[in-house]
């Protein structure tokens, strides 16, 4: 006697597409719960995610001092140089951007003068008396932008912790970090294990390459501006380079940025003529990044399409600010690589 076959309520694809997009809703509704979290205490997040990007970059230094020193001691020489290599070039750049404020400031004002006598001089209706009416308003409001003291005091404060803070993390994820990870496997089940491994590693692998590729392709393209400025007679040189070197690790967006502060530097401080030569050079520079130094550098396991690197950048910088805007593409790119690992599995 043959059984009759009944027929599903739901099409086995259509609940397979079911499951498939409520785990997606589940991930994301996760996903911006922690973001809510992270972003509730937001200099506490910036200096783990210092911490970690840290480790990515100088954990190849702590592996060789290892094989010499102890483990503590190998961390905590890592954790020096890296402490003495930054507070080194901050005190160069605030050191030679103090020495040429006063020149820059001069050329600003003699700008600026001769950019009113020639809206005076044109058929605008601009006069000197609104000219100045409006240099007053801006002098007078610019008190109202800079924070009150207590709110100074309080961000100094956070500042200072969130720094102690990150030193704090960077040393111990130096000595500790593969205990912490071989911890962390214990609560993963034995079934899951290899392939939660297999993704860790995967994902470390992915942050440590974007870490120092974009470190050396950041030190390339500071290089080549401040050639550029340096044969151009553009002041600040020094100051602008590193900013330069910070805006890389916002690709596309921070270089724009950086390129547009040197434009200006050189608009004010030599004309528009050099400028423009600025302009090109930036351009330049940023093509030789984009179309060599990123695909030979970082290597095809970091490649991401422009449109995916420029909305990852905006979805980050509106979701967490500056935060977002620096880890977006390092995010994107362990998520794709996850994806891949995910992919290519078997069942």
């Known amino acids: 006697m043959s059984r009759t076959e009944t027929a599903p309520l739901v099409p086995r694809r259509l609940a397979s597409a079911t499951l498939v997009v409520l785990c997606l809703l589940v991930l994301a509704v996760g996903t911006w719960l922690l973001g809510r979290v992270l972003m509730a205490v937001p200099s506490v997040t910036a200096a ?11 954990r190849p230094m702590t592996v060789w001092l290892s094989r010499r020193l102890p483990t503590w001691l190998a961390a905590l020489t890592t954790l020096v140089t890296g402490v003495a ?15 040429q404020t006063e020149d820059l400031q001069k050329a600003a004002s003699q700008a600026l003068a001769d950019v009113e006598q020639a809206l005076i001089r044109s058929s605008l209706p601009v006069t000197e008396g609104r000219l100045t009416d409006l240099e007053d308003r801006v002098r007078e409001g610019l008190p109202s932008l800079l924070p009150g ?11 200072l912790g969130g720094i102690a803070l990150a030193l704090f993390v960077w040393f111990f994820l130096l000595r500790d970090g593969p205990r912490w990870w071989q911890w962390a496997m214990r609560w993963v ?14 994902a470390w692998d992915v942050l440590t390459r974007y870490v120092r590729g974009t470190v050396v392709v950041a030190t390339i393209d500071a290089v080549g501006v401040a050639v550029a400025l340096l044969v151009l007679g553009v002041p600040m040189v020094t100051s602008l380079a590193c900013l330069v070197f910070l805006g890389a690790f916002v690709p596309i967006v921070g270089s724009t940025v950086a390129g547009t502060l040197a434009v200006a530097v050189a608009l004010v ?27 030979l550098v970082m290597g095809r396991a970091l490649h991401l399409h422009p449109a995916a690197v420029v909305v990852a950048v905006a979805l980050g910088a509106s979701a967490a600010g500056v935060i977002g805007a620096v880890v977006a593409v390092p995010v994107v790119a362990v998520a794709t690589r996850l994806a891949e690992q995910v992919r290519d599995r078997p069942a």
């Open 189 to 202: 089940p034995s079934r899951r294990r290899e392939a939660v491994a297999e993704g860790g590693d995967a």
């Open 48 to 58: 783990l995610l210092a911490a970690l990007l840290l480790t990515a970059l100088t």
């Open 149 to 159: 003291p207590a709110a100074a005091a309080t961000g100094a404060v956070q500042v």
């Open 269 to 295: 401080s030599q004309g528009p003529l050099v400028a423009l030569l600025v302009v090109l050079a930036v351009i330049a520079v940023q093509q030789v990044e984009g179309n060599l130094l990123q695909p």
């Open 85 to 99: 290599v930054i507070v080194g070039i901050l005190a160069l750049v605030v050191d030679r951007a103090l020495a």
